[in-house]
């Protein structure tokens, strides 16, 4: 494709949501207003670090799934790196859209697409090494069911990055006054009928989200069967959520 019929395909397929540099064939430009913008950069820098520190010179030999892959940003860093094969699926075929033109523009021949949900996987039977599951699960009405699933698929690593609710523990009663369970970490239901109705590719497949805290999180990941976790240090200078804990990188070990 010309610089010209590049960007007229941009165009068609405007908004965007990730800013994408396509070198001499061009760029898109985010939908984000500038302060929202440094979120795409801290967490690809988290996630290429937590790449390197795990994987280290094996990274050209590794596949990766990009679960819930949105339009491809992150997928395209992973093959621009020069992983195997990088693999991303997404419920909405509008970004579907968006990701195959950016891979093809950039001609990376280890990335593929597909149409697919994480609550139903059963069509991916060998296990990926690394897992990327970026600004997903908050947006789930079943994030318990999808972290199994992903899990499953889950050969060695899976990086998830998610908003979290404030902690909250307490105890609760179970079957009689006199019987009572302790409870660590929270699931905040929120709603999101306002932007899932309106189709913005941001939420999930229903306007139902969950948005768990930081133990809720670790408990999750846990009897989904991941063997270790661990939230990983923000980095000098990352978006403000990110510095604040109101967004977290954790790395789940099989």
């Known amino acids: 494709m010309t610089p010209q019929q590049v960007q007229e ?10 800013e994408f540099d396509l ?15 440094p979120i795409h950069a801290t967490r690809l820098e988290m996630v290429r670090h937590a790449v390197h520190l795990h994987f280290g010179a094996r990274v050209n030999q590794i596949r990766c799934i990009d679960a819930g892959c949105h339009e491809g940003f992150y997928s395209v860093a992973m093959a621009r790196a020069g992983l195997r094969e990088v693999h991303g699926f997404d419920v909405r075929e509008a970004s579907l859209e968006k990701a195959r033109f950016i891979a093809s523009a950039l001609q990376l021949r280890n990335l593929s ?4 949900n994480c609550e139903d996987l059963t069509s ?3 296990p990926y090494e690394l897992c990327l599951f970026l600004g997903v699960l908050y947006h789930l009405e079943n994030p318990m069911l999808c972290l199994r699933n992903l899990a499953r698929i889950t050969g060695e690593i899976c990086i998830v990055e998610t908003q979290v609710a ?18 660590q970490g ?3 239901l929120i709603d999101e009928s306002d932007e899932f109705y309106n189709e913005r590719p941001e939420t999930g497949a229903t306007p139902i989200a969950t948005c768990p805290s930081p133990q809720a999180l670790h408990f ?8 270790r976790t661990e939230i ?3 980095p000098a200078g990352a978006y403000e959520q990110l510095a604040r804990r109101k967004r977290v990188v954790c790395v789940a070990y099989k």
């Open 220 to 227: 999750m990941l846990k009897h989904a069967g991941f063997r």
């Open 23 to 37: 070198g001499a064939l061009g760029r898109t430009t985010s939908e984000l207003p500038p302060e929202a913008l």
């Open 113 to 116: 697409f597909a149409h697919g």
């Open 166 to 183: 404030d902690e909250v523990e307490g105890s609760v009663e179970w079957g009689s006054r006199l019987w009572t369970r302790p409870y």
């Open 124 to 126: 991916y039977q060998e």
């Open 232 to 234: 990983m240090e923000p």
């Open 9 to 18: 395909r941009i165009g068609q397929l405007s908004p965007w949501f990730y």
């Open 186 to 188: 929270v699931l905040a």
